[in-house]
């Protein structure tokens, strides 16, 4: 589904598509083992240039339900109410997985990633607006590794590269730097990892790196956005106009993705203007500003439940 498009005619596209991807769970370049996050892979949709594609694997409003009651039953076998849950946050080791082209093409520099270390830091923080929810989230590189493999570096046999590279356990994130452009990043979800260890983590387009060449995308921010759905949020168009939508009570419903950044949308006749500074929507990366602090209690709940 074309998301993050740069015209209102990608975007108009892209709202019949998702649509569609989401009704169809088969789909033709579909490549990846169930329980991970990927659907569609570079090249296989009308978004244009730039787009996220279907970075999270589709989750039904079930399913959703089954997930709530599941964290909430983890959490007491843990001793903690989702309240005393909301706040905790956590320290995250990072690895950083380099996978370049053997002519060294998506070769990131070390300046590249501990600026994009930065960026999560300063996100999950609330340090881009006073409105934003400082998550209790902190990141530190634990390690970087480059490899050099034509095939890992287009993001073929992601499955056997992530289960040969991964590091750490549930609590440390994983970042595969890879070239799938038109997609910008994939990640999996939490309740995914036990059956699924292997290949947790982000995937995440190498030019969206800060200082990288992808034009309204090179703030580091695809990085913010796959690590919230590694942290158990959903996008903020969940769902779509329903109450439900992405059960973040401060976050209102919008009925697709956002492209740019359109301010003053109102895609949904529910209360709220659509959260388009929000990092869990498709906007541009200088359109980005904040979690809510509803996100930021649903996160530390999700890392306490599944990766504590
Ligand atoms: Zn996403």
Not at 169 to 177: E, P, Q, R, T
Not at 259 to 270: E, M, Q, Y
Request: glycine content about 10%; some cysteine; hydrophobic content about 35%.
């Amino acid at each position: 589904m074309p998301l993050r498009a740069a015209s209102a005619a990608l975007l108009s596209a892209g709202a019949l598509l998702l649509g569609s991807v989401l009704a169809a769970p088969a789909q033709a370049s579909t490549i990846e083992p169930a329980g991970d996050g990927s659907c569609l892979t570079a090249g296989t949709s009308a978004r244009g240039l730039h787009g996220r594609g279907a970075d999270t694997r589709d989750v039904s409003a079930a399913e959703q339900t089954r997930i709530t009651r599941e964290t909430t039953a983890r959490l007491a076998e843990r001793g903690l109410s989702r309240s005393a849950a909301a706040a905790t946050g956590g320290n995250v080791p990072v690895y950083v997985h380099v996978m370049a082209a053997k002519n060294g093409a998506g070769n990131v520099t070390a300046s590249q990633i501990t600026r994009q270390i930065a960026v999560l830091n300063n996100t999950y923080a609330g340090g881009e607006s006073t409105a934003a929810a400082n998550t209790g989230f902190t990141f530190t590189l634990a390690g970087t590794n480059r490899f050099f493999n034509d095939t890992w570096h287009k993001d073929r046999q992601s499955a056997t590269y992530r289960a040969q590279t991964r590091r750490g356990g549930a609590n440390a994130l994983n970042i595969w730097i890879v070239d799938f452009a038109p997609t910008l990043g994939i990640a999996t979800f939490p309740w995914d990892y036990a059956n699924n260890p292997t290949i947790d983590g982000i995937r995440v387009q190498y030019s969206s790196l800060p200082g990288g060449s992808a034009t309204n995308f090179n703030l580091g921010k695809t990085a913010t956005h796959e690590a919230g759905h590694w942290l158990g949020l959903y996008h903020t168009f969940q769902g779509g106009c329903t109450t439900r939508n992405d059960q973040v009570s401060d976050t209102p419903a919008q009925s697709s993705p956002t492209s740019g950044c359109p301010v003053g949308r109102d895609s949904c006749s529910l209360p709220g203007l659509d959260p388009i500074r929000n990092y869990m929507d498709y906007s541009f990366d200088t359109c980005y500003r904040m979690f809510t602090s509803g996100q930021s209690a649903r996160m530390s709940q999700m890392f306490a439940a599944y990766r504590g």
